[in-house]
C-alpha cells in the first residue's frame, strides 16, 4: 500500500532504481534471519534498519517525519496499527535531529490509520508524519520490521 497527496505523484518516482533495489531486498533476502540493527543494499542511498520490540499504546509511540529518507516499512512477524498524517497539520514535539534525520510530534488532532500484518508494507515519503509501533485493538504484539531507507 502507498498513500500520498495527489500533489506528490509527480515529486517522486516510486519506480526508481532505488525503490527497485529496496523492493529486491524484500523479496530476496532471509528476512527472518536477519540481525537487528542496519544492513547495507546501496551505501546511503538504500538501506535497512532491522526491529524487533512490542507494540505500544498511543502514548508511548509518536508521530515522527524524515526529511532525507522515505520509510519503506515491512512487516515480517507480528503487527500493528500504523498512524499516518500530513506533516504539515503536526506540531513538532522537538527540533529537527538532521544527525537521526528524525523529528517526533505532538499527537495530530487528525490522522488515519492502517494495520501492517506480516508481509505488508507502507512507503512514507517526507512530507507525511507517520506512528510505527502502536498496538492493534488485540492488545501488545511482538514484531520484527525491516525499515528500508530510500533516499530522497
Known amino acids: 500500500m502507498l498513500t500520498t497527496n ?10 526508481d532504481p532505488k525503490f527497485k533495489k529496496a523492493f529486491e531486498f524484500l523479496r530476496t533476502a532471509d528476512l527472518a534471519a536477519l540481525p537487528l540493527g542496519n544492513t547495507p543494499i546501496d551505501g546511503d542511498e538504500v538501506f535497512a534498519n532491522v526491529q524487533a520490540y512490542t507494540t505500544l499504546p498511543d502514548a508511548d509511540a509518536p508521530f ?20 499516518y498524517a500530513p506533516r504539515d497539520l503536526c506540531k513538532p514535539a522537538m527540533a ?32 507525511d508524519a507517520h506512528a ?14 525491516v525499515v528500508v531507507k530510500v533516499k530522497v
Not at 495527489?6 to 515529486?11: F, P, R, T, V, W
Not at 515522527?64 to 498512524?83: A, I, M, N, T, W
Request: aromatic share 14%; with cysteine.
Open 64 to 83: 515522527e517525519s524524515h526529511e532525507k529518507y522515505f520509510d519503506l516499512q515491512f512487516v515480517v512477524s507480528g503487527e500493528e496499527r500504523f498512524g
Open 96 to 127: 529537527y535531529n538532521a544527525d537521526r534525520d528524525l523529528v517526533f510530534y505532538e499527537e495530530p488532532a487528525e490522522s488515519g490509520c492502517i494495520i501492517l500484518k506480516a508481509g505488508n508494507f507502507a512507503i512514507v515519503p517526507p512530507e
Open 6 to 15: 495527489l500533489k506528490l505523484a509527480e515529486k517522486y518516482n516510486y519506480l
Open 132 to 145: 510505527p509501533r502502536r498496538q492493534t485493538a488485540a492488545g501488545a504484539c511482538a514484531v520484527k520490521k
